[in-house]
């Protein structure tokens, strides 16, 4: 489509408020600005701060100073930092992805009993913030008086706890745990549409059942393991709650934590310069995982056995060993569980208690009364339930828009469009967040609940426009090309045809936003003041007040939101995949 | 009705790829009332000239107006959106909105009406345009709920009932079964006419376009080759292209030695044979000849020496019971030919084949590859 046609080509437009429902060309440019201001905005604000002279803020200066960078390089700290988050990702994932092969395989493909019951786990398991994880897994074994540690010690008369929370390989742990269920969703998908012929003719040429795995099913499955393996390594690396939960407290520096501390110090003013420049690092170290990422998966197009049709794989027989591999499986989701239960029970008492039998007695909910009693959490719980409405309603809205014109228009506008809309996935949330705090740190944005919805917007648009571009995709041109032609306008088409045509994808976006919304701390945390506190953050400062139950209460309830939330969505995906099979 | 001139529209081309030349300058009038034909192979450029009719694609360059107004104009940068056209359309899916009701999907036309229609008078209209195409008791049906004629019929009282200016049907009849096409054909055609629409649509089958159009305007690598009513084009066909595209027929290359009036003779393989010079062929110019299988008469085998009679062998010959096909050798070339039943001929018979000078066609030599029906059995009208 010329754009020369078509800046010509409709009548003068009256000037109204109707312009952008009318003119889609408007509509367009007025979206490609504020996408382009939404995501560019915070970059260039970034490596424009992490230029700046030491203590100044990029808006007060012109001068441009690699000292920052200087800084990094000279350091001997820098290349510890890089090398312990490097082994920190990779020990993760290794971990969490070989346990999410394992149980993605049993569920798929063997005839393990539970399987409907471990979907719907996995699935909801999403649901359960990282940070509440950590401070149920320090409430566990914690050197001082984890509940485990406790136990174990007398139980075996240990004279040291043998467990603590405060060592590298234990945040190595609780990661890979939360590593499993995105991992496992992804493999999920993997195993079931791996076409069970390929398997077949491995075994009528005389492989036995070793040989056929080995020499057949798994070359076909590397190029998706690894690239789910690199997928996850970008994600930890990105991730910032549990190192700042669990590893500071262990001195485990990361850079994501790195990055944090500099820009909002315990002590001192915050050095938003060398800050930035760390997250120019955190960057690119995530852009070259992305690009890696690509890489991968074009590769794994040569390997496409996801062949759509409608077959289904014949489950290999466990036999003898049905039931320990399930309880096997179970002992893990009970461990995977523990810190959610050492939670509720902290939650249940007015002081902390050890859990044993003795102290059911005292057991009531008056945390939860205190706690929603305080004005502060009640304003956090309005704060929480705008945040997630507006963040996820405006999030969605802006996706569709982003997704009718890059689909339909496609050319250069919609192909900058998507680009742009994709860009945050390599934005590591901490360092757009922290953006975010430099862009509108001197608008009347800053300290207000709205500020929070900007950056979430911010966070979510790539993975809003791909749900909804993946969504317009499949729908047929057609179904818009008769409403344009019945006389609707393109505001209208999208209204009335497709947005009601995409509506299940639409809902499934939302409640994801939804959930990732309320469930994240590093948005919060880092845009937070008095004015704004989350249901996030007001259990963060519960919890460093010290008010363990008072935090365990909000964290439950928090969770209890979010499961309510989310799902009765996964019991129907569940029963749904179960008629199928 | 519609007039359209010099239309152009170019696609660019994806990385490593050509430009796409999808219409070269495309001119064209439609009278109000035509039932107007679109006519050519996949890739020929029928359907982007259909999109720019109705405003989904924009044309480079050119100019459009229905019904005397102008809706786009390169030069004079107009382009009037699709949803401003008030046209109506039905599309190749049927593009039938599963999310809403039969009676739904036809109201949306009339709810887009300005100033607004009152709601009973959108149900009297959706009540009829249903009535009409005998859907009146599916009214409240869930749209996916039909089979493909019904879902057809939905899209045409859909495309209808706001008594669009004019009718656009992109191959409104490809998604039928043979037998239901053949029924649609004849309906479709009755209905529009009796309601004195003008109507523009797109076919591959050339087929479809005899049986239903006025007019049809034959295109080719974006350009319109030949324009005329379907009687016209089929026997009065300018090129080889034509003459091919429109209905089987033997292509014989040729040379033009000698004008007489509106005929010109023709060299050819097996002598000299007098043709009508549709395709205004000049003397010394290659050419060629065009058969088609029912234009020759057999001759016995003592019929007498002269123009226009070849002499030939019959190579093979299919019965078919309402005609025979047969394959007659005449030299070196074989021609195609279908007979009445009733002639008793057979494999290795010597004949005679008249070909009366009004039956065989001198056209334009257009690079179609001019194809010797071989030892293969013969083809039937596709």
Known sequence: ???????????????????????????????????AGLVLGPVIVLVRASLAPAGMLPFETSTITLDNFRQIFASPDTLQLLWTTLLYAAASVVLGVGLAIAIAWMTERTDMPGVAFIRVFMFSWMAIPPFVIGFGWILLINPGNGALNVLLRNLFGLDRPPLTIYSFWSLVIITAFSVIPTAYVMFGGLFRNLDPQLENAGRVLGGDGFTVARKITLPLLTPG???????????????????????????????????????????????????????????????????????????????????????????????????????????LFVIMAL??????????????????????GDMSFANYARALGTPFVRQAVVNTILLVVASATGVMLLASLIAWFSVRDGGKTGRLLDMLSFAPTAIPPIIMVISILLVYMRTPLYGTIWILIVASVTVHLAFATRTMTSALI???????????????????????????????????????????????????????????????????????????????????????????????????AARDARRQD | MLTIEGLKKTYAGRAGSEAVRALKGVSLRVKKGDFFALLGPSGCGKTTMLQCIAGLETPDDGRIAIGGSP?????????????????GMVFQSYAIWP??????????????????????????????????????????????????????????????????????????????DAKLRDEMRVELRQLITSLGMTAVFVTHDQVEAMGMADEVALMREGQIIQMGSPKDIYLRPISAFVADFMGSGNLIPSKAIEQRGASVLLA??????????????????????????????????????????IAGKVASCVFLGDRIEALTRAGETTLQVSLNTYHAIAEGDEISLELPPERCLAVKKDGVAVAQPAGRAPETAP
């Not at chain 1, 810190?339 to 059911?360: E, G, H, I, K, Q």
């Not at chain 1, 299940?504 to 919060?524: E, I, K, M």
């Open chain 2, 268 to 309: 050819t393989p097996f002598g000299d044979i007098l043709a009508t010079n549709t395709g205004d062929v000049r003397v010394g110019e290659e050419a060629i000849l065009v058969i088609r299988p029912h234009a020759a008469i057999l001759r016995g085998k003592d019929a007498p020496q002269a123009a226009n009679v």
């Open chain 1, 474 to 572: 499949q729908l047929h041109k057609e179904l818009a090309d008769a409403a344009l032609v019945c006389g609707a306008s393109w505001w209208t088409t999208l209204q009335k045809i497709i947005l009601p045509l995409v509506r299940p994808q639409l809902l499934n976006g939302w409640l994801f936003v939804a959930a990732h919304t309320s469930r994240d701390l590093t948005v919060a945390l880092v845009l937070m003041t008095s004015s704004n506190v989350v249901l996030s953050t007001a259990i963060w400062m519960m919890w460093d007040f010290p008010d363990l139950a008072g935090a365990a209460a909000m964290a439950m309830l928090l969770v209890a939101g979010l499961l309510v939330l989310v799902l009765p969505v996964q019991i129907m």
């Open chain 1, 1 to 35: 489509m010329t754009d020369a046609a078509l800046s010509a080509s409709t009548p003068r437009p009256r000037v109204s408020a109707k312009l952008f429902f009318a003119d889609p060309r408007f509509a367009r440019i007025l979206l490609l600005l504020l996408v």
């Open chain 2, 99 to 176: 999310h809403m009701s039969v009676a739904e999907n036809v109201a949306f036309p009339l709810q887009r009406q300005r100033p607004r229609l009152s709601g009973g008078e959108i149900a009297r209209r959706v009540r009829e345009a249903l009535a009409m195409v005998k859907l009146g008791q599916y009214a409240d049906r869930p749209a996916p709920h039909l089979s493909g004629g019904q879902q057809q019929r939905v899209a045409l009282a859909r495309a209808l009932v706001h008594e669009p200016r004019l009718l656009l049907l992109d191959e409104p009849l490809s998604n039928l």
């Open chain 1, 339 to 360: 810190p959610v239960a050492m939670l509720v029970w902290t939650s249940l008492f007015p002081s902390y208690r050890l859990p044993s039998l003795s102290a059911l």
């Open chain 2, 71 to 87: 809706v786009f104009s390169g030069p004079e940068r107009i382009m009037e959106p699709a949803n401003r056209r008030g046209l």
């Open chain 1, 225 to 331: 393991i690894v690239s789910v393996g690199i997928f996850m390594t970008m994600i930890v690396i990105q991730a910032f709650e549990l190192p700042f939960i669990v590893g500071l407290s262990a001195q485990i520096r990361v850079l994501s934590t790195r990055v944090y501390l500099l820009a909002a110090p315990i002590t001192g003013l915050p050095n938003y310069g060398l800050s930035s420049a760390f997250g120019v690092f955190l960057l690119l170290l995530a852009g070259l995982l992305m690009l890696l990422y690509f890489r991968m998966v074009g590769a794994g197009d040569r390997f496409r056995v996801v062949t759509g049709r409608g077959f289904r794989p014949k489950r290999i027989r466990l036999g003898a060993w049905r039931l320990p591999v399930a309880g096997l499986m179970f002992f």
